[in-house]
C-alpha cells in the first residue's frame, strides 16, 4: 500500500465499496491531501455480478479486487483493513475494532449497506441475500449441498427441489434467471444422476410486475423470458415468514423452499445509523446538495450510506453508477474546499438501468430517457456498462469480456464450479 507523508489535508474514507474507491482515486495524486481508506475486507467487491458468484457462472476472484493493490502506486493512499466500530462526526474520529482511533479533517462515509428484511420474520436467520461476497459464497455453498446430497439419494428420495427468491428488483430477477438456468437445463445436461430431479424457481414480489423502475415493455419482456426459464411468478403477495423449509406469503399460501434468496432491498450498515447524524429512508444519511452531512461541513456521505436527491427531487436509486459518481463529486468537493474554492452540488448523469434475466436475454433503458432495449443488443449493453465499472476499479476490462465470451457462447464450466468449493482470494487490481 502508499505510504502517506505529512499533508495538509487528512480525509478519512470509510468503505472500500464504488462511493468509496472513486472518492479515493480522485483524490490521488493531490499534493496536500492524505487519504485513508479503512475497509474490514481489504478489497473491492463488485455487487452487481454477486449473484454469479452464487451460481457459480464466475469465481469469487473475478468480483474481488485487492485495495491495496489497487492505490499501491499513489503514495498519498493509505489503505488499510480494519473494521470501524464507531464515528464520532463532531471530532471526525473513527473507532477500530482493534481499539484503535483515526482522526481526520475529513470524513466519508460509503460503508456499504445490508440486506433490509422489514421486520419478516425468519428472514434474517433463515434467508440468504447478496449483497457481499460472503452471502454470495454462502449461497453458493448452499446450492452445493442442496444437489450433491440430491445426487447421493437418487430421484425417489430427493423429490421436487424448490427455490424461492424474494424480491422483484434486479437483484431477484437475475438471481431467478440464473438459478433457474443452472438448475433446470445446465445442472441437468451436465451430470446423469441429477437429470432426474426436478427443480423449480418461484420469485415472490408484493408488486404486480417485476422490475419495478422500468417500462412496461421491459416489464413484460422479463416477465416472459423468466417463465420462458421455468421460473414461476407469485406477484401482488408479501413473504410473511421466512423458516429453514418454506415461505409463508400473505396470501396464506406456503411455498416449501431448500433456499430462500433475498433481494427484498436494502438498508445503510448499522454503523451510518449509529453515527448520530440524521438519517431517513433506509437507514441512511439524508445529505446537502453538496454531499455533507446537516450540521457537518467536514463530514460527506455517499453510495449506499446517503440518500440523494435527483433534479426531480425524487431520491436516486441505489446503483454503482449513482455510488461512483457521487464519490467522484466527494473527492472533487474536498479538493475544492482544500484549496478555498466553493463545493459543487452532486449532479447524476443517467447513463440508464438494466437487468440481465439469462444467456442472451436482457433489459436495458439507457441514457436519461431510458430508450428501451431487450435481448442480444440489451446484453451488449449490459456488458458494455458493465467492463465500464469494472474498469474503474483497475480491473481488466479485457478479462470481463473474454469471460463473458466464454461464458455466453461457450458455457459448460458453472456445474464443475458448483460440485467444486471456491478459492477466495481477491484478484490484484493493478
Not at 468509496?20 to 492524505?34: E, F, K, M, N
Not at 450540521?295 to 426531480?312: E, F, L, M
Not at 452532486?346 to 434475466?357: L, S
Request: with cysteine.
Amino acid at each position: 500500500m502508499g505510504g502517506v507523508s505529512e499533508r495538509s489535508t487528512h480525509v478519512v474514507v470509510i468503505g472500500g465499496g464504488f462511493a468509496g474507491v472513486a472518492c479515493a482515486r480522485t483524490l490521488t495524486g493531490q499534493p496536500d491531501i492524505s487519504v485513508t481508506l479503512l475497509d474490514r475486507n481489504g478489497y473491492h467487491q463488485f455487487q452487481p455480478l454477486l449473484y454469479q458468484v452464487a451460481t457459480a457462472e464466475i469465481d469469487p476472484a473475478d468480483v474481488s479486487y485487492d485495495l491495496a493493490d489497487m492505490f499501491a502506486e499513489h503514495d498519498n493512499v493509505e489503505v488499510r483493513t480494519a473494521d470501524v466500530t464507531a464515528v464520532d462526526p463532531q471530532t471526525r474520529t473513527v473507532t477500530l475494532a482493534d481499539g484503535g482511533t483515526v482522526t481526520g479533517d475529513v470524513l466519508v462515509l460509503a460503508a456499504g449497506a445490508q440486506a433490509n428484511f422489514f421486520g419478516v420474520p425468519g428472514a434474517a436467520q433463515h434467508a440468504y441475500p447478496l449483497y457481499t461476497l460472503d452471502d454470495a459464497l454462502r449461497l453458493r455453498e448452499r446450492l452445493r449441498e442442496v444437489y450433491v446430497e440430491a445426487a447421493a439419494e437418487g430421484p425417489a428420495s430427493a423429490g421436487e427441489i424448490t427455490f424461492v427468491v424474494v424480491g422483484g428488483g434486479a437483484t431477484g430477477v437475475e438471481t431467478a434467471g440464473a438459478l433457474a438456468e443452472l438448475v433446470g437445463t445446465i445442472l441437468p445436461r451436465q451430470f446423469e444422476k441429477l437429470a432426474l430431479i426436478r427443480s423449480r424457481v418461484v420469485l415472490v414480489d408484493h408488486g404486480h410486475a417485476v422490475l419495478g423502475p422500468f417500462g412496461p415493455g421491459a416489464q413484460a419482456y422479463a416477465a416472459e423470458q423468466l417463465q420462458r426459464r421455468g421460473v414461476r411468478l407469485r406477484l401482488g403477495v408479501t413473504a410473511t415468514e421466512v423458516s429453514a423449509d418454506h415461505v409463508t406469503l400473505d396470501d396464506g399460501t406456503t411455498v416449501p423452499t431448500r433456499a430462500t434468496v433475498w433481494g427484498g432491498g436494502i438498508a445503510a450498515a448499522p454503523l451510518v445509523g449509529a453515527c448520530g447524524v440524521g438519517t431517513g429512508r433506509g437507514g441512511r444519511v439524508d445529505v446537502r446538495p453538496d454531499l455533507t452531512v446537516d450540521g457537518h461541513p467536514d463530514v460527506y456521505a455517499a453510495g449506499d450510506a446517503a440518500n440523494i436527491t435527483g433534479a426531480d427531487g425524487l431520491p436516486l436509486p441505489q446503483l454503482a453508477s449513482v455510488a461512483q459518481q457521487a464519490g467522484r463529486c466527494v473527492g472533487f468537493n474536498i479538493i475544492a474546499a482544500a484549496c478555498g474554492r466553493p463545493r459543487s452540488a452532486f449532479a447524476y448523469h443517467d447513463k440508464g438501468i438494466m437487468a440481465m434475466i439469462g444467456r442472451d436475454a436482457a433489459v436495458a433503458e439507457l441514457g436519461a430517457r431510458h430508450h428501451e432495449l431487450h435481448g442480444r443488443i440489451a446484453f451488449a449493453a449490459w456488458l458494455g456498462i458493465h467492463a465500464y465499472l469494472m474498469a474503474d476499479a483497475r480491473a481488466e476490462t479485457n478479462a470481463f469480456v473474454t469471460w463473458a465470451e466464454e461464458f455466453y457462447l461457450r458455457p459448460g464450466h458453472c456445474p464443475q464450479r458448483l460440485l467444486t468449493p471456491p478459492a477466495t482470494t481477491a484478484r490484484s487490481a493493478s
